[in-house]
Nanobody, 122 residues
Framework: QVQLVESGGGLVQAGGSLRLSCAAS????????MGWFRQAPGKEREFVAA????????YYADAVKGRFTISRDNAKNTVYLQMNSLKPEDTAVYYC???????????????WGQGTQVTVSS
């Protein structure tokens, strides 16, 4: 059973930065694609970024492209999301997930973390 634990969320002013981490255990992390999603109050969970198992390929939602960077360290079983130039509309609970491929839909992901809150003040 794969377990994912996110950390690094918090309150930041617009224009600021945060780095989220997602530590995985209990599965073949190094052979799995990983994704970050987010969910704002009253909205559906949406895709943010994904990375392949090698870390050689990444994909981003248009809303975060150029501001967020996804990366992974397979030796530490950890995936990261560096978030720069944050905007109030980035406020959401951020979730990491283990997936079959670098998909943008939640149905392609098998395991999810509990989420970490990111709040960006204007």
């Amino acid at each position: 059973q794969v377990q994912l634990v996110e950390s690094g969320g918090g309150l930041v002013q617009a224009g600021g930065s945060l780095r989220l981490s997602c530590a995985a255990s209990g599965g073949t992390f190094s052979r799995s694609a990983m994704g970050w999603f987010r969910q704002a109050p009253g909205k559906e969970r949406e895709f943010v970024a994904a990375i392949n198992w090698r870390g050689s390929s990444t994909y981003y939602a248009d809303a975060v492209k150029g501001r967020f960077t996804i990366s992974r360290d397979n030796a530490k079983n950890t995936v990261y999301l560096q978030m720069n130039s944050l905007k109030p509309e980035d406020t959401a609970v951020y979730y990491c997930a283990v997936g079959k491929s670098m998909a943008i839909t939640t149905s392609w992901y098998d395991y999810w973390g509990q989420g970490t809150q990111v709040t960006v003040s204007s």
